[in-house]
């Protein structure tokens, strides 16, 4: 399996208040990925970077953010978590666009 | 844009029966197609791959070939067993656009009942 872990694995949060979700590789690809997962609409891109502080919008980025000052991290922020951001969010990594990409095991997280 | 439609769950059946997951895509150029198995609680993990037409992805005893006249991949296998039961999803790399993006169909639910 490659290396990718994401913390925290689980989070509850209050309307209004900012997370942020990280995303962790040991594998040294380029290519980084953030998804969320929601009934009905299988995943759908967040945000994703193509290497160190490059990063641009996916299909669904309004309301997030994201930096990468390393490789092997990729945060996500929430600047102030709205309940249709409750979601499982996914990482996943890639060393080439033409090649499959690896998921983290997903956060799940619920804004009251 | 590119999509991925694949056939509604939930999908049951029982032990050992023939097992055929339905994917059809819309794409500029020539994607790479996968399928995805995502396990109760888990991530998603590559189930297999194909990346030009006429190739044959497999992996533990699930196939699919790419089709490009008929823009399918559809998934198949001979004999399910319960360890199968789990959600599965077909995708594409979208090469244009977002660098590598993949677009995912809604997912398909499989039980496999004893």
């Known amino acids: 399996d490659a290396g990718i872990t994401q913390s925290p694995r689980h989070k509850v949060t209050e309307t209004g208040t900012p997370v942020t979700l990280r995303c962790h590789q040991t594998?040294?690809?380029?290519?980084m990925y953030w998804y969320r997962q929601d009934p009905g609409h299988g995943l759908r891109l967040i945000h994703y970077?193509?290497?160190?502080?490059?990063?641009d919008k996916g299909e669904v980025s309004d309301g997030y953010s994201v930096s990468r000052s390393k490789t092997e991290d990729f945060l996500l922020t929430l600047e102030s978590a709205t309940s249709s951001q409750t979601s499982v969010y996914f990482c996943?990594?890639?060393?080439?666009?033409?090649?499959?990409?690896?998921f983290g095991p997903g956060t799940r997280l619920l804004v009251l | 844009g590119d999509s991925v439609t694949q056939m509604e769950g939930p999908v049951t059946l029982s032990e050992e029966a023939f097992l055929t997951i339905n994917c059809t895509y819309t794409?500029?150029?020539?994607?790479?197609l996968f399928w995805y198995v995502q396990y109760p609680g888990e991530g998603l993990q590559l189930l297999l791959k194909?990346?030009?037409?006429?190739d044959k992805g497999s992996n533990k005893g699930f196939e699919a070939t790419y089709r490009k006249e008929t823009t399918s991949f559809h998934l198949e296998k001979g004999s399910v067993q319960v360890s199968d039961s789990a959600v599965y999803f077909c995708?594409?790399?979208?090469?244009?656009?977002?660098?590598?993006?993949?677009?995912f169909g809604k997912g398909t639910k499989l039980s496999v009942k004893p």
């Open positions: 194909a990346t030009k037409a006429d």
């Open positions: 996943a990594i890639t060393p080439d666009i033409v090649q499959a990409q690896y």
């Open positions: 594998e040294n690809h380029r290519y």
């Open positions: 794409a500029t150029g020539y994607p790479s």
């Open positions: 995708a594409l790399s979208e090469l244009g656009g977002s660098q590598g993006n993949l677009i």
């Open positions: 970077s193509y290497g160190v502080k490059d990063t």
